[in-house]
């Protein structure tokens, strides 16, 4: 009987299998459990490698996951597909929760405007301003995101009408290829920009600056999920393009330095944004940081004045911000939120009279309305979402961004998996989702009797502080009053400006 005689070989073949990984198992010395257990404890590695799908689809609940819940995911997809993003029933949420913050309606909500708002960012000594909508492309290099992501993103935001920073990867092709508005980030590493010893090139960033697309330019300090350290790039990653775009070794891994060599001190900090400014032929310039110590951010301050010029535009990235490799004591430990960050910073320049010359960006976790709207109650102007906008070109949160391995092609440089990513169709759900985001924000305003972003007030934004008490913002933290810390520094305030230097960001008095 041919299909016995099939079978007893195919069985025969299958055993003779399994008997050669048994004994590559029990004669390996790399790992114990599969010493103890041959063949089958394979499944152990197995079971661990889909653990986040696992989590995610069935063990979380729709409001509790982590970095980014259900709800939120399910947001954004449908969103960028085009769908309402509607809900029934009611809320899953515990809103008598320790920390559960909600917005304050009014009882004479006001018409939405017939266009969103948009920001103007370009102080008094910038001669090309930028118009920037409420909701950009946060800082993703070409090399954390693979090409097709880049290019959805992109054209994304150029048929949308929105910014898109390129992250400190440097200038690549596929940022330039669609048209969309770009804010060109530079890191420590120059990247796009950089002399063969690693140096700032100013004749390579004066050429690239002035691209039509290149409408500002920010330097980046530090990112919320690895404050303190360089960009990380996995070896896995460096191919023969992103070698050649970075000028670095391709395979080898890639880490930014973790300091400037542009500057060592706030005064030089802030001369040499206007430098960049003055190369980039009068656009908007500015920088990105996730906040250490208000003594820091009093620094920059003091030194904007003795400077006498200022940033255009100030990016607060916070701790909770997204990532494509970071060690865990780095994500978890190290760096102020966004709520304290982005308090502190405009608050320190309210208090400087300087809040009305610089433009204020909130980078961290941002994906529905509602986070539009609180962080321009918290100071910002304007907000930029990543891990969002990787949602809405298909991302699903498996966090194998630094593996190489995406299942869907978006943090990958492996042309067989990006060939998942279709740009034409990806790009247009980053449109519509960057769309509906944002009008839900206008909608949300408008309910809060508010048209105009500058008029939304801290007492609109209420903390849950016990189950039976809540308070606004405006009554939990203070604010400054414009030019305050010049005149009277209030006593809260008082020893973190004496402590704080122009010449140093080491001050010797250690304050918050």
């Known amino acids: 009987m041919p299909s ?3 079978a007893v070989s195919a069985a025969l073949a299958g055993a003779a299998g399994l008997a050669v990984v048994a004994a590559h198992d029990l004669l390996q010395r790399k790992h114990s459990i599969l010493r103890n257990y041959p063949v089958i404890g394979h499944a152990r590695f197995l079971l661990e490698g889909v653990r ?4 995610q689809y069935f063990v979380e609940r729709n409001w509790d996951g ?7 995911r399910s947001i954004v997809y449908e969103r960028a597909k085009g769908i309402a993003g509607e809900q029934a029933f009611g809320t899953e949420r515990d809103v008598n929760e320790p920390g559960y913050e909600y917005l304050v309606h009014s009882s004479l909500p006001v018409p939405e405007p017939e ?3 948009r920001v103007t960012v370009g102080g008094p000594d910038c001669t090309r301003p930028y118009s920037m909508s409420l909701l950009n492309v946060s800082a993703m290099s070409f090399g954390a995101l693979s090409a097709n992501a880049i290019r959805a993103l992109n054209q994304g935001a150029a048929t949308g009408g929105f910014a898109h920073d390129t992250g400190e990867g440097g200038l690549s092709p596929y940022h330039l290829e669609h048209g969309g508005d770009l804010v060109w980030e530079i890191g420590t590493g120059y990247f796009s920009t950089r002399t063969k010893d690693g140096d700032f090139d100013a004749a390579q960033f004066r050429e690239k600056a002035s691209y039509d697309v290149v409408k500002m330019t920010s330097l980046k300090l530090s990112q919320g999920a690895k404050p303190g350290i360089g960009g990380v790039l996995p070896a896995a990653k460096v191919s023969q393009e992103i070698a050649q775009i970075r000028e670095v070794p391709q395979g080898e891994k890639c880490v930014s330095p973790s300091t400037h060599r542009v500057f060592t001190t706030p005064v030089q900090l802030i001369e040499f944004v206007a430098r960049m400014r ?10 990105k940081l996730c906040v250490g110590s208000r003594v820091d951010v009093l620094a920059m301050v003091k030194a904007m004045l003795e400077v006498g010029t200022t940033p255009d535009f100030i990016i607060v990235d916070g701790s909770e911000g997204g990532t494509g490799a970071a060690p865990l004591e780095f994500e978890d430990h190290v760096g102020m ?5 982005l308090m502190t910073v405009h608050n320190a320049l309210v208090g400087a009279g300087l809040r009305d010359r610089v433009r204020v960006g909130a980078s961290g976790k941002v994906a529905a309305g509602n986070d539009i709207v609180k962080r321009l109650i918290q100071g910002a102007d304007y907000t930029n979402a990543a891990r969002a906008m990787m949602f809405a070109v298909g991302c699903i949160q498996a966090q194998r961004c630094h593996t190489d391995t995406c299942p869907v092609g978006v943090t990958t440089q492996s042309a067989r998996r990006q060939r998942a990513l279709v740009v034409g169709d990806k790009s247009v759900r980053v449109k519509q989702f960057h769309e509906a985001t944002v009008a839900e924000a206008v909608k949300l305003m408008a309910a809060m009797g508010v048209r105009d972003p500058a008029d939304l007030s801290p007492h609109q934004l209420r903390l849950n502080i016990s189950p039976h008490e809540n308070r606004s913002y405006a009554e939990l933290y203070e604010w400054l009053e414009p030019g305050e810390l010049l005149t009277d520094p209030p006593e809260s305030w008082a020893g973190d400006w004496a402590a704080a230097s122009a010449d140093t960001f080491r001050p010797t008095s250690r304050r918050t």
């Open 4 to 6: 016995l005689s099939s």
């Open 52 to 55: 986040p799908e696992l989590q």
């Open 66 to 72: 982590r970095p980014f819940d259900r709800d939120i």
């Open 115 to 117: 266009q969103p708002p």
């Open 278 to 287: 003055e190369l980039s032929g009068g656009k908007p310039a500015g920088f």
């Open 337 to 341: 939120p966004l709520t304290f960050g």
